[in-house]
């Protein structure tokens, strides 16, 4: 007795190999342009929270303080086979640390910028090559193509 049609096209669907691509964020990316505004010195903690918004998080350093802005960006891949699923996610941040005396003014400040390096990719292959971080900080930096350094 022949299947049906309709249970013959479901099976085939069940047992087909699959991808998937997932993208998830968090928080705001930082603004290198709002960075390069902080003046270690000058800058009150108040002129830092209207530039890059409200901190992460605020640790109390005995009188002083530090005010953590972070972002992240995570993008995934997955092959999703019969008897085996492979999958890979790259996560890349964008963190800033900004430390302040007593009197609320900033003594100094770090930021890492790699959020925009997150990129898709199969769990065989290698997220961390040179070229690719050269031509992502090229696309942050707003230069594409031949104009690229």
């Known amino acids: 007795m022949p299947l049906p049609r309709s249970v013959l096209v479901l099976t085939i669907l069940v047992v087909l ?27 009150t903690a108040r002129e830092v ?22 972002h992240s960006v995570t993008k995934g891949t997955a092959l999703l086979l019969v008897v085996v699923n492979l999958g890979n996610a790259d996560t890349r941040e964008d963190r800033s640390w900004c430390f302040f005396d007593e009197r609320d003014v900033l003594t100094h400040f770090a930021s890492s910028l790699e959020s925009h390096r997150a ?7 290698d997220v961390h090559e040179d070229g690719d971080r050269e031509a992502a900080d090229a696309e942050r930096a707003g230069l594409t193509g031949a104009g690229a350094r």
């Open 119 to 125: 990129q898709y990719a199969l769990p065989w292959e």
């Open 49 to 70: 929270v209207e530039l890059l918004g409200a901190p992460a998080q605020v640790v109390q350093l005995g009188t002083r303080s530090a005010y953590r802005y972070d």
């Open 17 to 43: 190999p699959a991808c998937a691509l997932f993208r998830s964020t968090r928080n705001e990316p930082l603004d290198p342009t709002r960075l390069a505004r902080l003046e270690p010195g000058r800058t």
